[in-house]
């Protein structure tokens, strides 16, 4: 993702190569350009092609188009949304069982405290692999001797790490450090970050149906393909440029509709998600009094960039 400051124009301005989807849109553009420029010679030059468009019926569907692009736009933007609203959820839940569990383990107990801040931090980075192209064993943190290997033996390491939590709990319960009341409120929360894993797959696995999506690129299609036709008997030249910002405006919107309805991607416009993973280790092993490697910790706050 590009993190930025929305208030720095300029420096925004400048990091637009970095975006993936602007080059793309911008060779579109080009194309769309080089079909108004051949639109409007063969008619200018050659008087041929002279077809008539209504400019009443053509506003007429730019009106309905927008209302399409709108739709789409916000239903893609609600996808996104929702996925940092739950990897919001992860961070407070995580974060409330580092504080709940700190309270409650020994301050000299460092051993259980690293084990707890390590197994506990290791969830959201396997979230975030496990909702891209696979689990990034290298990233996580060794807890036991075997540890790496076992998970590497799981199809759903999300799960399994939940589950450990799980019987940590329970032997800390039975070691009667914790009091059941205390598992009660621990449980809470814990129980939140299979939810929350639950919701970002449902996320990514219903996109939106194709024949929506398709209907709105053939549309889009067709209104660039006529839009030469409606405006040059009015800008005769201008047409070419006028039509390629039209595109632009048009494709634009489309395109970051298709990129931002899976938030959990590696595109430009994609959720942080290793940020956000690499915070909530920092944040778990603060809390817990744990010590953390200053270059794994600076992860955390990432600069002016893209961010992957």
């Given amino acids: 993702m590009i993190v930025y400051k929305s208030s720095d124009w ?7 190569r970095a975006s993936g989807i602007i080059r793309s849109l911008l060779k579109r553009v080009l194309w769309v350009g080089l079909y108004a420029t051949a639109v409007t010679a063969v008619v200018i030059l050659y008087h041929r092609l002279n077809v008539a468009v209504d400019k009443e019926f053509f506003s007429f569907l730019g009106i309905l188009l927008s209302l399409l692009l709108a739709f789409r736009t916000n239903t893609a933007y609600d996808r996104f949304y929702e996925g940092r609203r739950l990897w919001g959820q992860l961070v407070n839940n995580c974060r409330n069982l580092a504080v709940l569990l700190h309270a409650r383990l020994p301050a000299d ?43 590497q033996t799981v199809r759903h390491v999300p799960s399994r790490l939940s589950a450990m939590l799980q019987e940590f ?8 450090r914790i009091l059941p009341i205390h598992l009660i409120t621990i449980q809470k929360h814990h129980e939140a970050l299979l939810d929350v894993a639950g919701a970002c797959e449902r ?22 393909l006529t839009m030469p ?43 942080p998600l290793t940020q956000i993973s ?8 603060e809390i817990l009094g744990v010590d953390l490697h200053e270059d794994i910790r600076g992860l955390a706050d990432a600069p002016y960039s893209v961010v992957f």
């Fill in 10 to 16: 300029w420096e925004a301005l400048r990091h637009l």
């Fill in 109 to 151: 107990d460092y051993a259980t405290r690293t084990y707890l801040a390590r197994l506990l931090s290791n969830f959201p980075i396997a979230l975030d692999g496990h909702l891209r192209k696979g689990v990034r064993f290298e990233k996580l943190e060794a807890v036991e001797p075997g540890f790496i290997e076992h998970l």
């Fill in 169 to 176: 709990y329970e032997d800390l319960l039975r070691e009667e």
């Fill in 203 to 224: 996320i990514k696995s219903t996109p939106i149906p194709f024949s929506y999506s398709y209907f709105i690129k053939g549309f889009i299609t067709v209104f660039i």
């Fill in 229 to 271: 036709f409606n405006l040059l008997d009015t800008y005769q030249w201008l047409t070419v440029p006028i039509t390629m910002f039209g595109a632009y405006a048009l494709l634009g919107v489309e395109m970051i509709g298709d990129e931002i309805e899976d938030p959990f991607g590696k595109d430009s416009n994609d959720l």
């Fill in 278 to 285: 690499n915070r909530i280790r920092a944040n778990v092993h």
